[in-house]
Each structure stands twice: as C-alpha cells, then as structure tokens.
C-alpha cells in the first residue's frame, strides 16, 4: 500500500438552520450584527456538501456578494474558514479546532479517550475515538500504536458509513434517519447484510474493505439515553492482530466500552 494512500472524507448537505442575525425579539438585547452576520456565514459553510461560493453564500443570506467577501476575507484571515483552489470557501483549522475543543470538554469524551489511550497500551495496536459529525462518523482523537501504519487517520477525518468499522458501528447502532443519505451516497445495496452482520457480533469490523491489508474493529459507547455516543475502534495491519469479530482485542474492545455505556448511566 502506498504511504501517500489516505482515507477520503465523505460529506453531505445539510439545512442551514435561520440566520443569528435575524430581527432582534422583544425581550432580547442587543448585540454585534457583523460578528453574528459571520457566524451566519460559518454555519451556511459548515451545512453544506462541501466548499461553497461566494455567489452562493450571499444568495442564502439574501446579500450582495461584495458585501459577503469583506466577511470571508476576515474568516480566511483568522482561519474560521479557509479557501480552496477554485475559489470556494470551506471550513479551516480555526474552525476544526474549536469544535474538537468543544468536543474535549465533554466528561464523556474525556473519560473515553482516557479508556482509548490504556486500550492502545494494552494490545499495542492504534486506536482512536469518534463521532457522529456533521458530515458521518469523525475522527476526534487517535493514538499511535506501537507498529507503524502507512495510514492517514487524523482528528477531523470523516469515514465511510459502509467500508470502515467505525461507519459500519454508526450503521448498526445511530441515527437511521442520519445514516440513510450517506448510504444512499455510497451507492451499496448490501448495506442491511453489513448491518444485521454487525448487530450479530455485536461489534463493527472490516479487514481490507476500506484500504488493503487493514482490519479494524469498533464498539459503541452509548449515552445515558442509550443513544449512540462514540465509537472506538481498533486499527492494526491484517493477519498481524486479533481483529477476528469474537477473538481476545474484540472481547477486550467490547467490555471496555460497554463499562464506559455504564459509567455514563445507560
């Protein structure tokens, strides 16, 4: 496998929800229209498909496109948004950070990625945690393992729903109402298979179906209303590890997470 071979991410249009900036409410004080008038920009951004144009931004906001690059010149400047070579606008670090840092605060977040980082020095294989974001299943924390992998799996990196265990975890477990655009993205008809396969074992797993020579396996931490909350998965080379669906890294993946689903009231 080659070193430059990395895990593309998937995205999806979403609704953007009414502008901050709308007409103040009797009741409601005042604040700065052009810091929220930015935000409105971020969020236009944030729920589309991916990078978006400057004309399609000032039509959402009902504004003229002059008045609008003064805003995105301002948000590339201080990494809120970053432009691509086309000349669209797309989400930048800034932005990634303050949502990963948003994401860290959460006890549940914290405490999993502690349990991720003793998984790791236990088996030795590379771990890492995610969730559901707004465009699928997104890297929020990866430990190394103790082998080296010529893969690219990073904080902010979206999986697919279908070919990873991570994906497959979101498919067996999340939100069906979330899941069924991007498996209608993905275009695979045996996406119930996957699923009643996974729902079976009780735990994600893909060796190869996503980059060659890679298995994976992932469990379900759930949130005190049993909603699915985060997965973790486990990441190694194939045939090195134990990444069958039942074997001893499954068991131990498994009973970790569902102490977490405990700890967090389920």
């Known amino acids: 496998m080659s070193q430059n071979q990395t895990l593309k991410p998937l995205v999806r249009l979403q609704t953007p929800k009414p502008p901050l900036s709308a007409e103040l409410q009797p009741g409601e004080r005042k604040g700065v229209q052009s810091v929220e008038r930015a935000f409105d920009i971020l969020r236009i ?11 399609e931004i000032a039509q959402a906001l009902d504004s003229s496109p002059s008045k609008v690059h003064h805003y995105l010149v301002s948000l590339v400047r201080c990494g809120a948004l970053r432009q691509t070579g086309r000349g669209a606008y797309d989400l930048g670090t800034t932005s990634l950070g303050l949502g990963l840092s948003a994401l860290s605060r959460l006890d549940t977040v914290d405490r999993t990625c502690e349990v991720a980082e ?3 020095d236990e088996i030795g294989e590379a771990v890492f945690v995610a969730v559901w974001g707004n465009r699928g299943p997104t890297i929020i924390r990866y430990f190394e393992g103790f082998k080296p992998l010529t893969v690219e799996a990073r904080a902010g990196l979206v999986l697919p729903i279908l070919t990873s265990a991570t994906g497959r975890v979101f498919l067996a477990w999340g939100n069906e109402k979330q899941i069924v655009p991007l498996v209608a993205e993905e275009g695979d008809v045996k996406a119930d298979a996957i699923k009643n396969a996974v729902l ?31 997965a973790v998965t486990v990441l190694g080379w194939s ?7 039942h074997g001893a890294v499954a068991q131990t993946l498994r009973a970790a997470c569902q102490t977490l689903s405990k700890e967090f009231g389920r």
């Open 200 to 230: 079976k074992a009780d735990i994600g797993f893909v060796d190869g179906d996503l980059l060659p020579r890679i298995a994976s396996l992932s469990a379900p931490v759930f949130a005190y209303n049993s909603d699915l909350s985060l």
């Open 118 to 120: 003793t998984l790791r």
């Open 239 to 245: 045939g090195e590890y134990d990444h069958a669906p």
């Open 45 to 55: 951004v944030e729920a589309s498909a991916g990078p978006v144009g400057v004309a």
